[in-house]
């Protein structure tokens, strides 16, 4: 089974600075398949990007993806007010074994 | 718009099972699969499994191997999760999740509001 690792566990941050959250695989994923999501308190996750890079249905373009192989990241470029939540990362390559990473929760400074 | 409406909670003693209901819409409910996973309390996101809803093919976590039971009902659009022999551990919100995988789980695009199961003696 990947293990994902999140790092850092919780992130401290302004509206209007760049956050960057990491996913450290413990094997390769296979053809990207890597996703964010989005949570926030009493709510559904939210996908964001899957294949590592693309942007889901309806996601503003401040959220990037990127990576491969065993590194990936999650880039906002410009919080707004409405980002401060938990995000995690998912590998689904080595399926039927999908696995999430534990989370960063990113809250405001 | 797609739709993903889960059963109600549920209250349970130990040992016993629960089976929770997703009721898709706003889409063709053969052409993509349904993935399942819980949160327990304060923690974070677990898969539990995966089902096609266009030929009833399975992937389970194996950690509950043996204890899940994934279904779908295609004449009426609903996906159905069974667990068996709940313990306390097992207490958490369940969600449902659209899922484009088409031979096993990936990525969840739409998801349920979930259903809060509570195992308590």
């Known amino acids: 089974e990947i293990v994902l690792t999140q790092s850092p566990g919780t992130l401290s941050l302004s509206p209007g600075e760049r956050a960057t959250l990491s996913c450290r695989a413990s094997?390769?994923?296979?053809?990207?398949?890597l996703a964010w999501y989005q949570q926030k308190p009493g709510q559904a996750p939210r996908l964001l990007i899957y294949?590592?890079?693309s942007r889901a249905t309806g996601i503003p373009d401040r959220f990037s993806g990127s990576g491969s192989g065993t590194d990936f990241t999650l880039t906002i470029s410009r919080l707004e007010p409405e980002d401060f939540a938990v995000y995690y990362c998912q590998q689904y390559g080595s399926s039927p074994r999908v696995t999430f990473g534990q989370g960063t929760r990113l809250e405001i400074k | 718009q797609v739709q993903l409406v889960q059963s109600g909670a549920e209250v349970k003693k130990p040992g016993a099972s629960v089976k929770v209901s997703c009721k898709a819409s706003g889409y063709t409910f053969t052409s993509y699969g349904i993935s399942w996973v819980r949160q327990a309390p304060g923690q974070g996101l677990e898969w539990m499994g995966w089902i096609s809803a266009y030929n009833g093919n399975t992937n389970y976590a194996q950690k509950l191997q043996g204890r899940v039971t994934m279904t779908t009902d295609t004449s009426t659009s609903t996906a159905y999760m069974e667990l068996r022999s709940l313990r306390s551990d097992d207490t958490a919100v369940y969600y449902c999740?659209?899922?484009?995988?088409?031979?096993?789980?990936?990525?969840?695009?739409?998801w349920g509001q979930g259903t809060l199961v509570t195992v308590s003696s």
């Open positions: 999740a659209r899922d484009p995988g088409r031979y096993s789980g990936s990525s969840g695009d739409y």
């Open positions: 294949g590592a890079s």
């Open positions: 094997q390769s994923v296979s053809s990207s398949y």
